[in-house]
């Protein structure tokens, strides 16, 4: 791996992008390219399916964590949860309950260190949150599989939905189907980079390279995470540190919190 300045250059290269609306959630994404990776959900944002699923109450709900009003966003996830029947919708939904047991375990504990008893309410939430987070990743492979032709769209959904539960053998398996699929060629190196960080293969870092070329800003999340696993806590800091301010990606501020607290544990 490259010396951290040679990262962080690229960084401020690929970050002075324009700004996509994902039509999978309608989060904000950084991109030089129209076709990517969606900052939040990680869907391709160019995606040509019609949209029968509730993209504007996604919205909503978006704009209600961007105001902080995050007990009202978890009431309106669990009230679009009762009527979901399509797997892209359902994937984004457990998506954004990630998103909020992430937001009660680390953002409200780090900034309310001291208060042991919100502290604890916070963690009984974020861990209600993130069942019900699984629940609906399964749920979306339940209805991909439902389906009687898998089109290209949900065969990368079938790998998010597998890779965020953790079952990298499905995984690998919806992998070769998209690396069949000579539309997916984005997709598949996506897909590739997340198998190669996962499994800790010896060429993730070339993969990540590749994303980084294909103007992926999500690419340097798991670079950080590649750094740290390799021991560069600092490199990993500095480079997450300025990826939060670039870009809009949830999941790189909950992993700077994350090495930070531990850097931190460590250094006790
Ligand atoms: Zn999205």
Request: glycine share 2%.
């Amino acid at each position: 791996m490259e010396k951290i300045e040679y990262y962080l250059s690229l960084l401020e290269k690929s970050a002075s992008a324009s700004m996509l609306i994902c039509n999978n959630c309608g989060s904000r994404t950084v991109s030089k390219n129209t076709l990517t990776h969606c900052n939040f959900c990680e869907l391709e944002i160019n995606r040509t399916n019609p949209i029968d699923y509730p993209l504007e109450k996604f919205k909503k709900i978006a704009t209600l964590i961007d105001n902080e009003k995050i007990n009202d966003a978890i009431a309106s996830l669990d009230e679009l949860s009762k009527g979901i029947s399509d797997p892209t919708a359902s994937y984004v939904l457990a998506i954004f309950y990630e998103f909020v047991s992430n937001y009660k375990y680390y953002k409200l504990n780090y900034y309310a260190s001291g208060f042991m008893e919100e502290n604890s309410l916070n963690i009984y939430s974020s861990l209600d949150m993130t069942s019900k987070s699984k629940e609906f990743f399964f749920r979306a492979l339940k209805l991909i599989h439902k389906t009687e032709q898998k089109d290209t769209a949900n065969v990368f959904l079938e790998f998010m939905a597998n890779m965020k539960l953790h079952r990298h053998f499905n995984a690998a398996k919806a992998l070769e189907e998209i690396k069949k699929d000579t539309t997916m060629t984005n997709s598949f190196e996506y897909a590739q980079m997340l198998t190669g960080c996962f499994t800790k293969s010896k060429d993730s870092t070339l993969k990540i390279q590749k994303s980084i070329e294909n103007s992926e800003i999500n690419a340097f999340y798991y670079l950080s995470m590649t750094l740290a696993e390799n021991k560069r806590i600092s490199d990993a800091i500095k480079l997450l540190s300025m990826l939060t301010k670039k870009a809009r990606i949830p999941m790189a501020f909950y992993l700077l919190i994350k090495i930070k607290n531990v850097n931190e544990a460590m250094e006790l």
